[in-house]
């Protein structure tokens, strides 16, 4: 089976603190994501990444950056968090026999 | 208007009851259609996926794509409350990138 995992479940953090999310998956899946997920409004791409070192904006990268150093690991960072980010935060991998995406337990963050 | 859209609900059903969830889209490039369940606090995960228009069975879940309506639905049969969750449908042209609904909550009261 696929497993992603993210660095935590729940989080609570201060206006304009930095915020590292982890996720990494062990599939050797080249494409990850990052997506938001907010009542009415769905899930949200944020970036994902085709390979190490390599990213593409989402629908909504204002206010975030992504890292990937390593191939399992994709990490999202909130350079200086407001209260706007509060939400719940999904990662996922790409691949398999479908070419279809999994996904982690996701973080809930809370931007006090 | 937006690419994918899908009635929020909340649909409340009783146990043993048919279910039935729907999509509809704008953009008839989509080639690739899935459906994810997600239990409440956790990640979304794969339940059904089909490609191009036509039927799909697994168990007692049913997937139908008519793509001449741009209109996809899930069907569930002999619900169950284990099958209380949001579905989401998604969507994709075939590259990486996934377009989903907002999801529908579902309850199926014992």
């Known amino acids: 089976d696929v497993k992603v995992t993210q660095s935590s479940r729940y989080l609570v953090k201060r206006t304009g603190e930095k915020v590292f999310l982890e996720c990494v998956q062990d599939?050797?899946?080249?494409?990850m994501f990052w997506y938001r997920q907010d009542p009415g409004l769905g899930l949200r791409l944020i970036y994902f990444?085709?390979?190490?070192?390599?990213?593409e904006k989402g629908d909504i990268p204002e206010g975030y950056s992504v890292s990937r150093e390593k191939k399992e690991r994709f990490s999202l960072i909130l350079e200086s968090a407001s209260t706007n980010q509060t939400s719940m935060y999904l990662c996922?991998?790409?691949?398999?026999?479908?070419?279809?995406?999994?996904f982690g337990p996701g973080t809930r963050l809370l931007v006090l | 208007q937006k690419e994918v859209e899908q009635d929020p609900g909340p649909l409340s059903v009783p146990e043993g009851a048919i279910v039935s969830l729907n999509c509809t889209y704008s953009n008839s490039a989509f080639q690739y259609f899935m459906w994810y369940r997600q239990y409440s606090r956790k990640g979304p995960e794969l339940l059904m996926y089909t490609y191009s228009s036509g039927n799909k069975e697994d168990g007692r879940f049913t997937a139908q794509v008519d793509k001449s309506s741009k209109y996809i639905s899930l069907f569930i049969r002999d619900s169950q409350p284990s099958d209380s969750a949001t579905y989401l449908c998604?969507?994709?042209?075939?590259?990486?990138?996934?377009?989903f609904g907002t999801g529908t909550r579902l309850t199926i009261i014992p």
């Open positions: 599939m050797d899946h080249e494409n």
């Open positions: 998604a969507m994709s042209f075939g590259n990486e990138k996934l377009t």
């Open positions: 990444s085709y390979d190490v070192k390599m990213k």
């Open positions: 996922a991998s790409r691949g398999g026999l479908l070419e279809t995406q999994y």
